[in-house]
């Protein structure tokens, strides 16, 4: 139960997937977590299951108001950080010729320009000592079809994990991501149908190296592994992705 005990921590995206597996995993460990979300239900519903130690609040990852107003609200509730796990980002399936001007800034905005300032702004409330998580995806290093764009915003951010984790440095935060391969969320029914979804599920467990996709809370322990026990790690890119992008 208190394994997390005393950790305060940000999670950006935490209200399904990933993130609210993170949520929950550090809520039993006894730390204080405030989660973030665009859609006010989603966030409700993360209140209700997380419990008294968690605060669901508002924001936008694209607006850098929003995440000035985040930071603002994180030193008020917790005056310093151990983790900062930045783990917002949206997907969209389009082929290469049908990308527009509009999706192509609407995803950069989200998974790169809100990583980027979602940092920089809570960097100065972290602990020497904390952490920063970002999750990039295996798309930054295969090539899928329908994801150019989105790869591309991932590959940015696998790039800013390595120049944040080197400016970080003298003020003893260590900066690490983890990349997911498919994870059982409801992300793929948000970026195709329920149908497209089941059958890229089913072939991805027929050629992922464990026959199988992964789960939420294999990211999470992923995540906390980062944050709190690799302590002579920074800079890295941790796989989580039954092997698919190394076997």
């Not at 609210?20 to 405030?34: E, N």
């Not at 696998?158 to 080197?166: C, Q």
């Amino acid at each position: 139960m208190d394994r997390y005990a005393d950790k305060n921590v940000v999670i950006t995206g935490g209200t399904g997937g990933i993130g609210l597996a993170t949520a929950h995993r550090l809520v039993a460990g006894g730390a204080r977590v405030l989660v973030t979300g665009r859609n006010a239900e989603a966030l409700q519903a993360a209140r209700d299951a997380l419990g008294a130690r968690a605060i669901a609040v508002q924001s936008d990852t694209a607006s850098v108001a929003d995440i000035d107003e985040l930071a603002a609200r994180a030193q008020t509730e917790f005056d310093a950080l151990d983790l900062v796990f930045v783990n917002a980002g949206i997907t969209r399936w389009i082929p290469f010729a049908d990308v527009d001007v509009d999706r192509y800034e609407e995803i950069f905005a989200v998974n790169a320009k809100g990583a980027y300032f979602t940092v920089q702004k809570l960097a100065p409330l972290l602990r020497r000592g904390g952490a920063v998580v970002l999750t990039t995806s295996v798309t930054d290093v295969l090539g899928f079809p329908l994801t150019s764009v989105y790869a591309a915003s991932k590959a940015a951010v696998r790039s800013m994990t390595r120049s944040f984790a080197r400016e970080l440095l003298d003020r003893g935060v260590r900066v690490n991501a983890v990349s997911p391969g498919v994870i059982d969320t409801d992300v793929l029914v948000k970026a195709a149908s329920q149908e497209a979804s089941d059958q890229v599920k089913r072939q991805v467990a027929e050629t992922n190296p464990m026959k199988r996709i992964g789960r939420p809370e294999e990211v999470a322990a992923a995540v906390c592994f980062l944050a709190f026990e690799a302590t002579y790690t920074t800079g890295a890119e941790l796989a989580i992705d039954g092997g698919s992008t190394q076997l």
